[in-house]
Structures are given as structure tokens and as C-alpha cells.
């Protein structure tokens, strides 16, 4: 949402004025008609079409400016998506690997407190990035292993199954 946020109040910014006097696609828009209405009082007045043709250049700028500036915030949003999805998924890889280790020991009698903390700490920081939903069921008969599933926005990220199989489900998206 914060992404969100300031990359909507940058587009903002660069297409509406803030004031009359400044920049902005209106400002810029209403100059540029305003010269096109003057030019119709005396078309033959180079003052007048020079005024409109430097309005009418100070337009295809804007326009080429906002458009250069809108394909680097969509390239910057692009990398800032690959980055959260590879960290996400690192998150996932090292959350079934310490359920694994956890189950592993759990399902001969050992005690796995550190690795539950540790991947305790991978879940707290996973929900930073994404409300996260977190389910360990132990096995019908008191034996083997727990399934322990992570789902993110409503779609597995981590599902293990009491037979040792962890499936992480996330891919990474360029």
C-alpha cells in the first residue's frame, strides 16, 4: 500500500498543478487552447502563431516528458515487484526447510524450540510483506508428521504433507 501510495501521488504530482501558475497537464492544455482561441481572432498575425506554435511545443514536451517519466516509474515498480516476489520466496524456501528439520526431529521424539523460533521470525517477517494465514495440523493418529501450510493472499506458499513432501508453490516473475 505504501508503494501504492507514493507511486500514485508521483503521477499526481506530474500530471495536475498544484497552483495556477505552475506546471501540469491542465495548465499546460489550457494554455495551449487559449493560444489556438487567439489565433482565431487574426490568424495572419505571426506574433499570434508563433505564440500558438510555442504553446503547441510546450504540449508534445509535456507530453513526451510525463511519457518518459511514466515508462521509469513502471520500470521501477517492475524491480521493485521482482525484488518482493524473490524475497517472498526465499521466506517460503527457508520456512519449508526449517518445518522439514522440525518435523524431522519432532517425529523421533526430539525437541525443535530454536527452529520453531527461527521460523517463527521468517513468518513475522513475512507478514510484512503480505497478511499471511498459518495452519499446523498433527496427524490424525498421534504419529508422524504435522502438515504445516502458509497461504499468502488467499493461495498456498507452503504446504508440507506428512509423507516428507514440501512443495513451495510461489514462483519467481520478471
Known amino acids: 500500500y505504501d508503494a501504492a501510495t507514493y507511486y500514485m501521488q508521483s503521477i499526481e504530482d506530474s500530471m495536475y498543478a498544484k497552483d495556477s501558475g505552475s506546471g501540469g497537464v491542465s495548465n499546460t492544455l489550457d494554455k495551449f487552447f487559449a493560444s489556438l482561441t ?36 513502471q520500470g521501477d515498480i517492475n524491480t521493485q515487484i521482482a525484488t518482493t516476489v524473490s524475497q517472498i520466496n526465499s521466506y517460503a524456501r527457508q520456512i519449508a526447510s526449517l518445518t522439514k528439520q522440525i518435523n524431522t526431529l519432532e517425529v523421533f521424539g526430539g525437541k525443535a524450540n530454536d527452529l520453531r523460533d527461527q521460523r517463527a521470525q521468517l513468518l513475522d517477517e513475512l507478514s510484512m510483506y503480505a497478511d499471511i494465514d498459518v495452519t499446523e495440523k498433527e496427524p490424525a493418529d498421534g504419529n508422524g508428521m504435522a502438515q504445516y501450510v502458509v497461504t499468502l493472499g488467499g493461495g498456498i506458499l507452503v504446504d508440507t504433507y506428512a509423507t516428507h513432501e514440501i512443495k513451495v508453490t510461489a514462483s519467481d516473475t520478471k
Not at 499570434?48 to 511545443?57: C, K, L, P, T
Not at 508534445?60 to 510525463?66: G, P, T, V
Open 38 to 73: 487567439n489565433l482565431t481572432t487574426d490568424p495572419t498575425d505571426k506574433t499570434i502563431r508563433a505564440e500558438a506554435g510555442g504553446y503547441a511545443d510546450s504540449l508534445a514536451e509535456y507530453a513526451y516528458e510525463m511519457a518518459t517519466n511514466l515508462q521509469q516509474m
